[in-house]
């Protein structure tokens, strides 16, 4: 009785056992073929702490480069580490951009502060001083611009959102760029999402950091920092390490 009893227990644990290792193996193989989450590559990225701005070219839109008003205008990166322009005059526009003419299909983050003035905008797909995309930041909300053979387009100055930028707030922006649509974040909230690009002339082009007094009296003073571009892997996780 107590040989067939050991034998029933023994017995029991070795099936025990071989559900066991046949649980662990199905785990195992699971883990093994189950399609990993890609991690996005950056392909740029500048936090100005080093002081300088290397790797940026800046373009002189109005007035044209060499004129005297430049003179006391120029982008610096201040005290703060941010990189960006005071102008000391109405009527002037810059662009100061950086990475690679080959990008297509990217991620680009930026934080922006606006220290005075109501014109901020972001640019991308930056081919040309007279050729690229931008989102166009204002108290009443964000326009879509499009710089084609140097002519620019606002769609009449439609409204795209009506999110509104204030002045000294840093703001986290993102924008999605996938084939011929595009999307536009702050702090998070998805506040233009898969906009068209029905003209899409532009497939590929580097960033930019865009600073212009508008047709306002207002004097701007625009600051950018934490720039990140990367590629569409991970959107969630494009953010300044």
């Not at 500048?46 to 701005?53: Q, S, T, Y």
């Not at 108290?139 to 509104?164: A, E, V």
């Not at 508008?214 to 625009?222: F, P």
Request: glycine share 6%; proline share 2%; aromatic share 16%.
């Amino acid at each position: 009785m107590f040989i067939n009893c050991l034998c029933y227990i023994i017995t029991e644990v070795i099936n025990r056992m071989k559900k066991t290792l046949a649980f662990i193996f199905f785990i195992s193989f699971f883990l093994l073929i189950s399609p990993k989450k890609a991690e996005a590559i950056i392909l740029f990225q500048d936090n100005f702490n080093d002081g300088n701005a290397d790797g940026w070219s800046i373009d002189y839109l109005t007035p044209a480069d060499g004129d005297t008003s430049w003179n006391d205008s120029k982008w610096e990166v201040n005290d703060n580490g941010e990189y960006g322009i005071t102008f000391t005059d109405t009527q002037m526009r810059t662009i100061s951009s950086a990475g690679d003419n080959v990008w297509y299909d990217y991620i680009y983050v930026v934080e922006l502060t606006g220290k005075s003035g109501v014109d901020k905008n972001i640019v991308f797909r930056y081919k040309d001083r007279d050729n690229w995309y931008s989102f166009h930041l204002r108290d009443d909300g964000i326009r879509f611009g499009t710089m084609k053979n140097g002519k620019y387009f606002d769609n009449n100055g439609k409204l795209l959102s009506t999110f509104s930028f204030e002045n000294n707030i840093t703001y986290l922006l993102k924008i999605v760029i996938r084939e011929n649509l595009v999307s536009f974040f702050v702090n998070g909230q998805c506040v233009v999402e898969d906009l068209e690009m029905s003209d899409n002339f532009i497939l590929k082009g580097k960033i930019g950091l865009y600073a212009s007094t508008g047709d306002s009296i207002y004097r701007t003073s625009v600051w950018f920092d934490n720039v990140i571009v990367c590629t569409l892997d991970d959107p969630y996780n494009c953010d300044y390490p």
